[in-house]
């Protein structure tokens, strides 16, 4: 079993950063990827970013240049570094661990983007 813990959600104006945290504890020892995904009000969850356990990153096009994804090998931890939001990034963002037998997903924190 994985657990997740995400946290670093909030409410932010146009233009402003928040850092996600996601910690992994648990049986972490198979992991090849995390990730964030995020799910809006109404629309299906889709990929923000992706970190493979060799350190290669894969963002998504709407947020490439200003979302950048980091992790920390010793504290388990995968970031998620949002800049220049807006309020289209408005929605529940989740932590994903994948791993060789199963995915894990974390509870979801809640960013909104708003004036």
């Known amino acids: 079993q994985v657990q997740l813990v995400e946290s670093g959600g909030g409410l932010v104006q146009p233009g402003g950063s928040l850092r996600l945290s996601c910690a992994a504890s648990g049986s972490i020892f198979s992991v090849l990827r995390m990730g964030w995904y995020r799910q809006a009000p109404g629309k299906e969850r889709e990929l923000v970013a992706t970190?493979?356990?060799?350190?290669?990153?894969n963002v998504a096009d709407s947020v490439k240049g200003r979302f950048s994804i980091s992790g920390d090998n010793a504290k388990n931890t995968v970031y998620l570094q949002m800049n220049s939001l807006k309020p289209e990034d408005t929605a529940v963002y989740y932590c994903?661990?994948?791993?060789?037998?199963?995915?894990?997903w974390g509870q979801g924190t809640q960013v909104t983007v708003s004036s």
């Open positions: 970190l493979t356990s060799g350190g290669n990153t």
């Open positions: 994903k661990y994948q791993g060789i037998k199963r995915d894990y």
